[in-house]
């Protein structure tokens, strides 16, 4: 499988990953996410696509619209948007 891209800070543009993509609780993305996993502790503004699986961890804030086959939101996340769940 491919690697895990970490991001621990504020960054720009849409992220495009053949893999897992782990936003920490000091994370900002501000654009598009696509990729197998997302595991999100920080804050995505923009739209999130995977092909597998979602995870919101309790501090995670996602502003934008999510596809994903399996999500798991652990309370305390927030999340403002749409899911459309993939078969």
């Known amino acids: 499988s491919a690697a895990s891209e ?7 543009g849409n992220f495009i990953s ?12 501000s654009g598009d996410v696509e ?6 502790l920080g ?3 923009g739209n999130v696509s995977c092909q597998d699986t ?3 961890r309790s501090t995670a804030n996602l502003i ?8 798991e ?3 305390g996340a927030r999340f403002t948007g749409s899911c459309k769940m993939r078969t």
């Open 43 to 45: 804050k995505v503004t």
């Open 54 to 56: 979602i995870i919101l």
């Open 6 to 12: 970490v991001y621990k800070r504020p960054v720009e």
């Open 64 to 71: 934008g619209d999510m596809a994903t086959q399996i999500i």
């Open 35 to 40: 990729c197998v996993h997302l595991d999100l």
């Open 73 to 75: 939101i652990e309370p």
């Open 18 to 29: 053949q893999g897992k993509i782990i936003i920490g609780s000091n994370g900002h993305v």
